[in-house]
């Protein structure tokens, strides 16, 4: 039996591209902000998440800016550091949620560990790009961290589950 396929890696991306132009309402979204949608359509397997996505005014410059500077990549779980495309980034992303201190540090806090993390990014927050993709408890905790001082990222993905 014989299988009608593209195997060109290439290929197979310029049709989902297409594809995914072709499905998503992108018009509110400038080139920058276009492409970063296109991407999370990809990732995500849905355009209808292009109707629910909010890019701050400089959003993709200071994402762009950051990774440019070799800036900490902080990520709340490992999935969403493992579905970094690692040829696009010249730094290892970070997740601290299987660190042997986020345990404990939830523990005494009776927190998630996902919050307990958050702890463990220090000052490698300030001008990092951080990546929140499954817990929105720890979405919260940063929220509440910049609140009270702490280092400010240069451009936050939030788009935990739920």
Request: proline letters at 6%; charged letters at 20%; glycine letters at 6%.
């Amino acid at each position: 039996m014989q299988y009608d396929y593209n195997p060109d890696p290439q290929g197979i991306e310029q049709e989902s591209f297409r594809q995914i132009r072709e499905l998503t309402k992108l018009d509110a979204y400038d080139h920058d902000g276009q492409q970063v949608v296109m991407r999370v359509v990809h990732s995500l397997g849905d355009p209808d998440i292009a109707q629910h996505m909010r890019l701050s005014q400089n959003a993709c410059a200071a994402g762009r800016q950051a990774l440019a500077n070799h800036c900490p990549i902080l990520c709340d779980v490992e999935m969403v550091k493992q579905g970094l495309t690692k040829r696009m980034l010249e730094q290892e992303p970070l997740c601290y949620l299987n660190d042997p201190r986020t345990t404990a540090l939830a523990k005494a806090a009776s927190e998630t560990r996902s919050m307990a993390a958050l702890q463990l990014w220090g000052e490698a927050l300030l001008g990092s790009v951080v990546v929140i993709g499954n817990a929105p408890t720890a979405l919260f905790r940063l929220l509440e961290m910049l609140r009270q001082g702490a280092p400010k990222p240069a451009l936050i993905i939030g788009i935990p589950v739920g």
